[in-house]
Protein backbone atom coordinates (compact mmCIF):
# COMPACT_ATOMS: atom_id res chain seq x y z
CA UNK A 1 0.00 0.00 0.00
CA UNK A 2 1.32 3.56 -0.96
CA UNK A 3 1.51 5.69 2.41
CA UNK A 4 0.64 9.37 2.05
CA UNK A 5 4.27 9.78 2.65
CA UNK A 6 5.32 7.54 -0.33
CA UNK A 7 3.30 9.88 -2.48
CA UNK A 8 5.83 12.88 -2.25
CA UNK A 9 4.81 16.44 -0.63
CA UNK A 10 1.42 17.31 -0.24
CA UNK A 11 -0.12 20.82 -1.74
CA UNK A 12 0.39 22.44 1.30
CA UNK A 13 3.29 21.34 2.10
CA UNK A 14 4.72 23.11 -1.59
CA UNK A 15 2.34 26.10 -0.83
CA UNK A 16 4.66 26.68 2.18
CA UNK A 17 8.09 25.76 0.53
CA UNK A 18 7.17 28.09 -2.02
CA UNK A 19 5.75 31.31 0.42
CA UNK A 20 9.46 31.11 1.63
CA UNK A 21 11.55 31.61 -1.51
CA UNK A 22 12.57 34.99 -2.47
CA UNK A 23 10.94 36.75 -6.01
CA UNK A 24 14.14 35.64 -7.38
CA UNK A 25 14.18 32.17 -6.28
CA UNK A 26 10.49 32.09 -7.63
CA UNK A 27 11.49 33.31 -10.64
CA UNK A 28 14.51 31.14 -11.08
CA UNK A 29 12.32 27.94 -10.11
CA UNK A 30 9.75 29.04 -12.46
CA UNK A 31 11.85 29.18 -15.07
CA UNK A 32 13.36 25.81 -14.34
CA UNK A 33 9.92 23.99 -14.32
CA UNK A 34 8.29 26.02 -17.32
CA UNK A 35 11.31 24.97 -19.46
CA UNK A 36 11.42 21.12 -18.08
CA UNK A 37 7.15 20.95 -19.21
CA UNK A 38 8.94 22.35 -22.41
CA UNK A 39 11.37 19.55 -23.15
CA UNK A 40 10.66 17.06 -19.60
CA UNK A 41 13.67 15.44 -18.51
CA UNK A 42 12.17 14.82 -14.80
CA UNK A 43 9.06 13.24 -13.84
CA UNK A 44 7.44 16.49 -12.53
CA UNK A 45 3.85 17.16 -12.19
CA UNK A 46 4.31 20.83 -13.98
CA UNK A 47 1.29 21.66 -14.32
CA UNK A 48 0.00 21.22 -11.02
CA UNK A 49 3.38 22.98 -9.57
CA UNK A 50 2.73 25.59 -11.75
CA UNK A 51 -1.23 26.24 -10.51
CA UNK A 52 0.16 26.43 -6.96
CA UNK A 53 2.59 29.11 -7.94
CA UNK A 54 0.44 30.81 -10.22
CA UNK A 55 -1.01 33.27 -7.44
CA UNK A 56 2.25 34.33 -6.11
CA UNK A 57 3.06 34.88 -10.16
CA UNK A 58 0.26 36.78 -10.40
CA UNK A 59 1.45 39.50 -8.25
CA UNK A 60 5.21 38.83 -8.37
CA UNK A 61 5.12 39.16 -12.04
CA UNK A 62 8.31 38.11 -13.19
CA UNK A 63 9.28 37.27 -16.63
CA UNK A 64 7.94 34.14 -18.19
CA UNK A 65 9.73 31.45 -19.56
CA UNK A 66 8.85 32.33 -23.58
CA UNK A 67 7.25 28.97 -25.12
CA UNK A 68 5.87 28.89 -28.13
CA UNK A 69 2.14 29.57 -27.48
CA UNK A 70 2.86 31.60 -24.61
CA UNK A 71 4.87 34.00 -27.10
CA UNK A 72 1.61 33.34 -29.63
CA UNK A 73 -0.28 35.13 -27.10
CA UNK A 74 1.70 37.93 -26.15
CA UNK A 75 0.83 40.75 -28.61
CA UNK A 76 -3.31 40.11 -27.24
CA UNK A 77 -1.96 38.99 -23.77
CA UNK A 78 -3.68 42.10 -22.44
CA UNK A 79 -7.05 41.47 -24.22
CA UNK A 80 -7.75 38.27 -22.06
CA UNK A 81 -10.25 37.32 -20.03
CA UNK A 82 -11.13 34.08 -18.24
CA UNK A 83 -14.34 33.21 -19.62
CA UNK A 84 -15.77 34.12 -23.13
CA UNK A 85 -16.80 37.56 -23.47
CA UNK A 86 -19.90 38.89 -24.76
CA UNK A 87 -20.37 38.86 -28.62
CA UNK A 88 -19.73 42.82 -28.56
CA UNK A 89 -16.72 42.93 -26.55
CA UNK A 90 -13.10 43.31 -27.99
CA UNK A 91 -11.52 40.67 -25.31
CA UNK A 92 -10.56 37.18 -26.28
CA UNK A 93 -11.24 34.30 -23.64
CA UNK A 94 -9.22 31.88 -22.30
CA UNK A 95 -11.20 28.96 -23.21
CA UNK A 96 -10.19 30.22 -26.81
CA UNK A 97 -6.90 29.78 -26.59
CA UNK A 98 -6.07 26.41 -26.62
CA UNK A 99 -8.46 24.99 -29.16
CA UNK A 100 -6.89 27.67 -31.39
CA UNK A 101 -3.35 26.67 -30.86
CA UNK A 102 -4.35 23.41 -32.02
CA UNK A 103 -6.09 24.74 -35.54
CA UNK A 104 -2.84 27.08 -36.06
CA UNK A 105 0.03 23.57 -35.11
CA UNK A 106 -2.44 21.22 -37.20
CA UNK A 107 -2.48 23.22 -39.94
CA UNK A 108 0.38 25.73 -40.46
CA UNK A 109 3.47 25.86 -42.81
CA UNK A 110 6.61 24.20 -41.91
CA UNK A 111 7.87 27.80 -41.44
CA UNK A 112 5.73 28.18 -38.23
CA UNK A 113 6.96 25.02 -36.75
CA UNK A 114 10.63 25.90 -37.09
CA UNK A 115 10.10 28.96 -36.05
CA UNK A 116 8.83 27.31 -32.84
CA UNK A 117 11.57 24.83 -32.55
CA UNK A 118 14.25 28.00 -33.19
CA UNK A 119 12.02 29.98 -30.08
CA UNK A 120 12.35 26.81 -27.90
CA UNK A 121 16.21 26.32 -28.63
CA UNK A 122 16.66 30.23 -28.14
CA UNK A 123 14.54 30.04 -24.62
CA UNK A 124 16.57 27.23 -24.02
CA UNK A 125 20.15 29.30 -23.87
CA UNK A 126 18.04 32.82 -22.94
CA UNK A 127 18.78 34.18 -26.31
CA UNK A 128 17.13 37.67 -26.15
CA UNK A 129 17.81 38.13 -30.00
CA UNK A 130 17.13 35.02 -30.99
CA UNK A 131 13.52 34.63 -29.31
CA UNK A 132 12.62 37.82 -30.67
CA UNK A 133 13.64 36.77 -34.18
CA UNK A 134 12.01 33.16 -33.68
CA UNK A 135 8.99 35.43 -32.42
CA UNK A 136 8.40 37.63 -35.36
CA UNK A 137 8.50 34.63 -37.86
CA UNK A 138 6.08 32.82 -35.86
CA UNK A 139 3.58 35.81 -35.49
CA UNK A 140 3.43 36.25 -39.20
CA UNK A 141 2.88 32.47 -40.10
CA UNK A 142 0.16 32.16 -37.29
CA UNK A 143 -1.23 34.76 -38.86
CA UNK A 144 -1.45 33.70 -42.65
CA UNK A 145 -2.22 30.14 -41.31
CA UNK A 146 -5.39 31.39 -39.70
CA UNK A 147 -5.95 33.44 -42.59
CA UNK A 148 -6.22 31.24 -44.92
CA UNK A 149 -8.13 28.72 -42.75
CA UNK A 150 -10.72 31.45 -42.39
CA UNK A 151 -10.94 31.92 -46.32
CA UNK A 152 -11.32 28.15 -46.64
CA UNK A 153 -14.12 28.71 -44.01
CA UNK A 154 -16.58 30.53 -45.77
CA UNK A 155 -16.22 29.42 -49.73
CA UNK A 156 -19.34 27.45 -48.23
CA UNK A 157 -21.20 26.85 -44.44
CA UNK A 158 -20.12 23.40 -45.10
CA UNK A 159 -16.65 24.52 -44.97
CA UNK A 160 -17.58 26.90 -42.32
CA UNK A 161 -18.78 23.90 -40.33
CA UNK A 162 -15.80 22.10 -40.65
CA UNK A 163 -13.66 24.97 -39.00
CA UNK A 164 -15.92 25.38 -36.15
CA UNK A 165 -15.83 20.98 -35.60
CA UNK A 166 -11.95 21.32 -35.75
CA UNK A 167 -12.13 24.48 -33.05
CA UNK A 168 -14.70 22.68 -30.42
CA UNK A 169 -17.38 25.54 -30.95
CA UNK A 170 -18.69 28.34 -32.85
CA UNK A 171 -17.93 30.34 -30.05
CA UNK A 172 -14.16 30.00 -30.97
CA UNK A 173 -14.96 31.37 -34.26
CA UNK A 174 -14.83 35.49 -33.25
CA UNK A 175 -11.58 34.92 -31.13
CA UNK A 176 -9.49 32.91 -34.37
CA UNK A 177 -10.19 35.89 -37.06
CA UNK A 178 -9.49 38.35 -34.34
CA UNK A 179 -6.35 36.69 -33.41
CA UNK A 180 -4.41 36.68 -36.99
CA UNK A 181 -5.61 40.44 -37.36
CA UNK A 182 -3.70 41.10 -33.65
CA UNK A 183 -0.73 39.30 -34.74
CA UNK A 184 -0.37 41.60 -38.17
CA UNK A 185 0.41 44.38 -36.19
CA UNK A 186 2.28 42.44 -33.27
CA UNK A 187 5.89 44.25 -33.36
CA UNK A 188 4.06 47.55 -32.75
CA UNK A 189 2.03 46.47 -30.06
CA UNK A 190 4.87 44.99 -28.77
CA UNK A 191 7.17 48.20 -28.95
CA UNK A 192 3.81 49.35 -27.52
CA UNK A 193 4.24 47.34 -24.75
CA UNK A 194 8.11 48.29 -23.94
CA UNK A 195 7.44 51.58 -23.92
CA UNK A 196 4.45 51.12 -21.28
CA UNK A 197 5.84 47.86 -19.40
CA UNK A 198 3.71 48.47 -16.05
CA UNK A 199 0.22 47.72 -16.70
CA UNK A 200 -2.63 49.43 -16.20
CA UNK A 201 -1.19 52.84 -17.43
CA UNK A 202 -2.84 55.20 -15.27
CA UNK A 203 -2.71 58.19 -17.29
CA UNK A 204 -0.76 59.28 -20.45
CA UNK A 205 1.37 62.27 -19.99
CA UNK A 206 1.94 64.84 -23.34
CA UNK A 207 5.04 63.16 -23.96
CA UNK A 208 3.15 59.65 -24.29
CA UNK A 209 0.38 61.08 -26.44
CA UNK A 210 3.07 62.24 -28.88
CA UNK A 211 4.63 58.29 -29.17
CA UNK A 212 1.21 56.96 -29.37
CA UNK A 213 0.31 59.54 -32.14
CA UNK A 214 3.52 58.69 -34.37
CA UNK A 215 3.06 54.85 -33.96
CA UNK A 216 -0.57 55.28 -34.68
CA UNK A 217 0.61 57.04 -37.80
CA UNK A 218 3.07 54.42 -38.41
CA UNK A 219 0.63 51.65 -38.40
CA UNK A 220 -2.02 53.43 -40.46
CA UNK A 221 0.58 53.68 -43.29
CA UNK A 222 2.77 50.35 -43.06
CA UNK A 223 -0.52 48.23 -41.62
CA UNK A 224 -3.52 50.33 -43.39
CA UNK A 225 -6.54 48.78 -41.62
CA UNK A 226 -5.02 47.28 -38.71
CA UNK A 227 -5.37 50.28 -36.81
CA UNK A 228 -7.82 49.66 -34.99
CA UNK A 229 -6.34 46.59 -33.64
CA UNK A 230 -3.61 48.67 -32.60
CA UNK A 231 -5.83 50.31 -30.67
CA UNK A 232 -7.45 47.90 -28.79
CA UNK A 233 -3.77 47.13 -27.64
CA UNK A 234 -3.72 50.62 -26.37
CA UNK A 235 -6.74 50.87 -24.75
CA UNK A 236 -7.14 47.06 -22.61
CA UNK A 237 -3.34 48.65 -21.24
CA UNK A 238 -4.99 51.35 -19.89
CA UNK A 239 -6.34 51.74 -16.53
CA UNK A 240 -9.32 53.86 -17.37
CA UNK A 241 -11.02 53.60 -21.22
CA UNK A 242 -11.70 57.25 -21.32
CA UNK A 243 -7.68 58.05 -21.47
CA UNK A 244 -8.14 56.82 -25.30
CA UNK A 245 -10.00 59.80 -25.88
CA UNK A 246 -6.95 61.62 -25.78
CA UNK A 247 -5.03 59.47 -28.36
CA UNK A 248 -8.05 60.32 -30.33
CA UNK A 249 -7.89 64.12 -29.84
CA UNK A 250 -4.36 64.19 -30.36
CA UNK A 251 -4.74 62.35 -34.16
CA UNK A 252 -7.35 64.34 -35.16
CA UNK A 253 -8.78 67.76 -36.01
CA UNK A 254 -12.16 67.31 -36.24
CA UNK A 255 -14.21 68.55 -33.44
CA UNK A 256 -17.01 66.15 -32.90
CA UNK A 257 -17.87 62.73 -33.13
CA UNK A 258 -20.10 63.05 -36.34
CA UNK A 259 -16.78 64.48 -38.37
CA UNK A 260 -14.99 61.51 -36.70
CA UNK A 261 -17.55 58.84 -37.45
CA UNK A 262 -15.98 58.89 -41.08
CA UNK A 263 -11.96 58.93 -40.51
CA UNK A 264 -10.23 55.51 -39.21
CA UNK A 265 -10.69 56.46 -35.44
CA UNK A 266 -14.45 56.46 -35.46
CA UNK A 267 -14.07 52.19 -34.19
CA UNK A 268 -11.76 53.33 -31.38
CA UNK A 269 -14.11 55.61 -29.93
CA UNK A 270 -16.79 52.56 -30.56
CA UNK A 271 -14.47 50.53 -28.65
CA UNK A 272 -14.56 53.30 -25.53
CA UNK A 273 -18.26 53.43 -25.47
CA UNK A 274 -18.35 49.37 -25.87
CA UNK A 275 -16.36 49.05 -22.59
CA UNK A 276 -18.73 51.79 -21.18
CA UNK A 277 -21.88 49.42 -21.82
CA UNK A 278 -20.59 46.47 -20.33
CA UNK A 279 -19.86 48.28 -16.99
CA UNK A 280 -24.17 49.18 -17.25
CA UNK A 281 -24.49 45.57 -18.13
CA UNK A 282 -22.92 44.67 -14.67
CA UNK A 283 -24.86 47.21 -13.12
CA UNK A 284 -27.86 45.86 -14.35
CA UNK A 285 -26.81 42.13 -13.51
CA UNK A 286 -25.71 43.37 -9.95
CA UNK A 287 -29.71 44.71 -9.72
CA UNK A 288 -30.89 41.64 -11.28
CA UNK A 289 -28.67 39.51 -8.39
CA UNK A 290 -29.74 41.53 -5.71
CA UNK A 291 -26.02 42.77 -4.95
CA UNK A 292 -25.73 45.01 -2.09
CA UNK A 293 -26.09 48.73 -2.51
CA UNK A 294 -21.97 49.28 -2.32
CA UNK A 295 -21.25 46.93 -4.80
CA UNK A 296 -23.66 48.70 -7.25
CA UNK A 297 -22.33 52.39 -5.86
CA UNK A 298 -19.58 51.09 -7.01
CA UNK A 299 -19.63 50.58 -10.67
CA UNK A 300 -21.93 53.60 -11.01
CA UNK A 301 -19.12 55.80 -9.63
CA UNK A 302 -17.24 53.91 -12.22
CA UNK A 303 -19.42 54.48 -15.16
CA UNK A 304 -19.68 58.45 -14.14
CA UNK A 305 -16.20 59.19 -13.81
CA UNK A 306 -15.49 57.56 -17.03
CA UNK A 307 -18.73 59.14 -18.43
CA UNK A 308 -17.53 62.86 -17.29
CA UNK A 309 -13.87 62.16 -18.22
CA UNK A 310 -15.38 61.13 -22.26
CA UNK A 311 -17.38 64.27 -22.74
CA UNK A 312 -14.69 66.66 -21.64
CA UNK A 313 -12.55 64.93 -23.65
CA UNK A 314 -14.23 65.96 -27.04
CA UNK A 315 -16.69 67.66 -28.24
CA UNK A 316 -19.73 64.16 -28.40
CA UNK A 317 -22.83 65.45 -29.86
CA UNK A 318 -26.10 64.17 -29.02
CA UNK A 319 -26.91 63.32 -32.39
CA UNK A 320 -23.68 62.08 -33.48
CA UNK A 321 -22.43 57.86 -33.15
CA UNK A 322 -21.10 58.34 -29.80
CA UNK A 323 -23.73 60.68 -28.50
CA UNK A 324 -26.09 58.81 -29.25
CA UNK A 325 -24.63 55.28 -27.83
CA UNK A 326 -23.09 57.22 -24.83
CA UNK A 327 -26.69 58.75 -24.27
CA UNK A 328 -28.06 54.92 -24.46
CA UNK A 329 -26.04 53.39 -21.96
CA UNK A 330 -27.02 56.81 -19.56
CA UNK A 331 -30.05 55.66 -19.76
CA UNK A 332 -29.78 52.00 -19.01
CA UNK A 333 -27.94 52.79 -15.77
CA UNK A 334 -30.51 55.48 -14.55
CA UNK A 335 -33.09 52.62 -15.21
CA UNK A 336 -31.42 50.23 -13.04
CA UNK A 337 -30.22 52.96 -10.48
CA UNK A 338 -33.95 53.82 -9.99
CA UNK A 339 -35.12 50.58 -9.54
CA UNK A 340 -33.12 49.54 -6.83
CA UNK A 341 -30.75 52.11 -4.81
CA UNK A 342 -33.81 54.87 -4.97
CA UNK A 343 -36.41 52.35 -5.42
CA UNK A 344 -35.91 49.35 -2.87
CA UNK A 345 -33.34 50.79 -0.86
CA UNK A 346 -35.14 53.54 0.77
CA UNK A 347 -37.39 50.41 2.65
CA UNK A 348 -34.13 48.98 4.27
CA UNK A 349 -32.82 52.16 5.47
CA UNK A 350 -36.04 53.15 7.61
CA UNK A 351 -37.05 49.48 8.45
CA UNK A 352 -34.01 48.83 10.68
CA UNK A 353 -35.83 51.53 13.21
CA UNK A 354 -38.78 50.82 14.99
CA UNK A 355 -42.03 51.78 13.63
CA UNK A 356 -44.90 54.07 14.58
CA UNK A 357 -47.95 52.78 14.78
CA UNK A 358 -50.04 52.69 11.44
CA UNK A 359 -53.18 54.75 12.60
CA UNK A 360 -54.78 55.35 15.87
CA UNK A 361 -54.67 53.38 18.96
CA UNK A 362 -57.81 51.38 20.41
CA UNK A 363 -59.42 52.51 23.17
CA UNK A 364 -57.42 51.17 26.11
CA UNK A 365 -54.74 49.88 24.22
CA UNK A 366 -51.30 50.08 26.02
CA UNK A 367 -49.12 51.62 23.42
CA UNK A 368 -44.92 51.24 24.31
CA UNK A 369 -43.22 54.12 23.33
CA UNK A 370 -41.07 53.87 20.65
CA UNK A 371 -37.62 53.89 21.94
CA UNK A 372 -38.42 51.12 24.70
CA UNK A 373 -38.77 49.03 21.79
CA UNK A 374 -35.83 46.45 21.03
CA UNK A 375 -32.80 47.74 19.55
CA UNK A 376 -31.25 45.66 16.37
CA UNK A 377 -27.73 47.14 16.03
CA UNK A 378 -27.26 44.77 13.27
CA UNK A 379 -30.10 45.76 11.08
CA UNK A 380 -29.06 49.51 12.09
CA UNK A 381 -25.83 48.89 10.54
CA UNK A 382 -26.73 47.50 7.68
CA UNK A 383 -29.46 50.64 7.42
CA UNK A 384 -26.08 53.00 7.69
CA UNK A 385 -24.70 51.17 4.61
CA UNK A 386 -27.77 51.83 2.53
CA UNK A 387 -27.82 55.22 3.36
CA UNK A 388 -23.91 56.15 2.51
CA UNK A 389 -24.89 54.57 -1.04
CA UNK A 390 -27.85 56.34 -1.11
CA UNK A 391 -26.62 59.69 -0.55
CA UNK A 392 -23.29 58.91 -2.32
CA UNK A 393 -25.41 57.89 -5.42
CA UNK A 394 -27.55 60.92 -4.78
CA UNK A 395 -24.45 62.87 -5.44
CA UNK A 396 -23.69 62.12 -8.67
CA UNK A 397 -27.12 61.49 -9.82
CA UNK A 398 -27.14 64.31 -12.10
CA UNK A 399 -24.60 62.74 -14.07
CA UNK A 400 -26.11 59.15 -14.39
CA UNK A 401 -29.60 61.52 -15.56
CA UNK A 402 -30.99 60.22 -12.03
CA UNK A 403 -31.91 63.43 -10.27
CA UNK A 404 -35.51 62.77 -9.99
CA UNK A 405 -35.78 59.27 -8.82
CA UNK A 406 -32.84 60.32 -6.02
CA UNK A 407 -34.68 64.03 -4.71
CA UNK A 408 -37.64 61.57 -4.10
CA UNK A 409 -35.79 58.75 -2.50
CA UNK A 410 -33.91 61.15 -0.04
CA UNK A 411 -37.24 63.34 0.49
CA UNK A 412 -39.07 59.71 1.30
CA UNK A 413 -36.30 58.89 3.52
CA UNK A 414 -35.94 62.26 5.44
CA UNK A 415 -39.96 62.26 5.84
CA UNK A 416 -39.90 58.82 7.75
CA UNK A 417 -36.60 59.28 9.60
CA UNK A 418 -38.02 62.41 11.24
CA UNK A 419 -41.43 61.05 11.52
CA UNK A 420 -39.94 58.17 13.75
CA UNK A 421 -37.07 60.75 15.60
CA UNK A 422 -40.04 62.62 16.63
CA UNK A 423 -42.33 59.91 17.65
CA UNK A 424 -39.60 58.36 19.89
CA UNK A 425 -38.47 61.53 21.55
CA UNK A 426 -42.28 62.48 22.12
CA UNK A 427 -42.40 59.12 23.90
CA UNK A 428 -39.17 59.11 25.81
CA UNK A 429 -41.07 61.19 28.93
CA UNK A 430 -42.92 57.73 29.87
CA UNK A 431 -39.65 55.59 30.16
CA UNK A 432 -37.28 55.19 32.97
CA UNK A 433 -34.06 55.04 33.53
CA UNK A 434 -33.73 51.00 32.88
CA UNK A 435 -34.61 52.45 29.32
CA UNK A 436 -32.48 54.98 28.86
CA UNK A 437 -28.99 52.90 26.95
CA UNK A 438 -31.79 52.03 24.71
CA UNK A 439 -33.69 54.76 24.23
CA UNK A 440 -30.05 56.84 23.48
CA UNK A 441 -28.96 53.67 20.85
CA UNK A 442 -32.41 54.69 18.89
CA UNK A 443 -31.67 58.02 19.00
CA UNK A 444 -27.95 58.54 18.05
CA UNK A 445 -28.83 55.49 15.21
CA UNK A 446 -31.96 58.05 13.75
CA UNK A 447 -29.56 61.03 14.42
CA UNK A 448 -26.73 59.57 11.86
CA UNK A 449 -29.02 58.31 9.36
CA UNK A 450 -30.34 61.55 8.89
CA UNK A 451 -26.90 62.92 8.79
CA UNK A 452 -26.14 60.30 6.34
CA UNK A 453 -28.85 61.38 4.24
CA UNK A 454 -29.33 65.21 4.09
CA UNK A 455 -26.93 66.62 5.84
CA UNK A 456 -26.51 67.79 9.99
CA UNK A 457 -29.21 70.56 9.68
CA UNK A 458 -32.18 68.26 10.81
CA UNK A 459 -30.10 65.76 12.65
CA UNK A 460 -28.95 68.39 14.76
CA UNK A 461 -32.41 69.57 15.88
CA UNK A 462 -33.18 65.87 16.73
CA UNK A 463 -30.32 65.77 18.87
CA UNK A 464 -30.43 68.26 20.72
CA UNK A 465 -34.51 67.58 21.55
CA UNK A 466 -33.37 63.62 22.14
CA UNK A 467 -30.45 64.63 24.57
CA UNK A 468 -32.82 67.38 26.54
CA UNK A 469 -35.55 64.10 26.78
CA UNK A 470 -32.93 61.85 28.11
CA UNK A 471 -31.59 64.55 30.94
CA UNK A 472 -34.94 64.90 31.65
CA UNK A 473 -35.02 60.61 32.30
CA UNK A 474 -31.93 60.77 34.21
CA UNK A 475 -34.17 63.73 36.20
CA UNK A 476 -36.61 61.74 37.19
CA UNK A 477 -33.97 59.29 38.37
Known amino acids: MTTAADAGPSINQLEQLFD ?140 ERALATRLGSRVHLKPFAAIARMLRVAEPIIEMRLRFPSAPIRSLSNSDLVWLREKFIEVSREKPGYETQFMSAVLTRLLRPSELFKVIRVLSSKADDRSLGSTNLASAGDMVIDMLAEIVTQVEEGVSRGKDEHQILQLARWYASEFVRITRELNIRKDGPWGERLLGTRRRVSQAIANTMFGASPERVTEALPQPPRGPAGRGAVVTPLFALPFDGDKVLAAEQSAEAIAETASISHILAAQSSATKAVVEIKKKLNQVGRAGVDGMAKLTMKDYDNAQRHLMAVVRLLEIIDGPEDADLLRRRGMSALRAIEERG
Not at 85 to 100: D, K, Q, V, Y
Not at 114 to 125: F, N, P, Q, S, T
Open 20 to 159: SLSTAEITKFTRAIESDRNAPRLPLPHDQILQILRPRLASLKPERYPTPMRQFCTPFEDLLLTDIPPETSIRIGRPSLMPIWHVVCESASAEFHKACKDLEVAAEANHRENIYRAERKLWSEAATCIEQQIAISEQGVKQ
